[in-house]
């Protein structure tokens, strides 16, 4: 079983930069392949959005063509911790982000992924 604990949201200008951490506990954290999925307000009735995910060893990385060139996602296994960095935020960002994981194979399906985190608050605004 593996656990996931989001933080480093907030409010943030359009331009300016965001950091999001999920921390991950449990045996088997390391071999988890990693992803970060968003819920922007009034589409709570639809599916998360992909937004990027990580391999477990961190060679492979995904991402979702709206965040492509602005947002990196890495991870840290000997913390057990995996990071989204997001540059040159727009007001189309705001969402709630979770952290999601599955064992080895990292892929952009909402379903696939076993474990989520409780999501951390991103709001962009003037």
């Known amino acids: 079983h593996v656990q996931l604990v989001e933080s480093g949201g907030g409010l943030v200008r359009p331009g300016g930069s965001l950091r999001l951490s999920c921390a991950a506990s449990?045996?088997?954290?390391?071999?988890?392949?990693m992803a970060w999925f968003r819920q922007a307000p009034g589409k709570e009735r639809e599916p998360r959005e992909f937004?990027?995910?990580?391999?477990?060893?961190?060679?492979?990385?995904l991402y979702a063509d709206s965040v492509k060139g602005r947002f990196t996602i890495s991870r840290d296994n000997a913390k057990n911790t995996v990071y989204l960095q997001m540059n040159s935020l727009k007001p189309e960002d705001t969402a709630v982000y979770y952290c999601?994981?599955?064992?080895?194979?990292?892929?952009?399906?909402?379903?696939?992924?076993?474990?989520w985190g409780q999501g951390t608050q991103v709001t962009v605004a003037p």
């Open positions: 937004v990027a995910a990580i391999s477990w060893s961190g060679a492979s990385t």
């Open positions: 999601a994981a599955r064992p080895i194979i990292m892929t952009r399906e909402i379903y696939e992924y076993d474990y």
């Open positions: 449990g045996r088997t954290a390391d071999s988890h392949a």
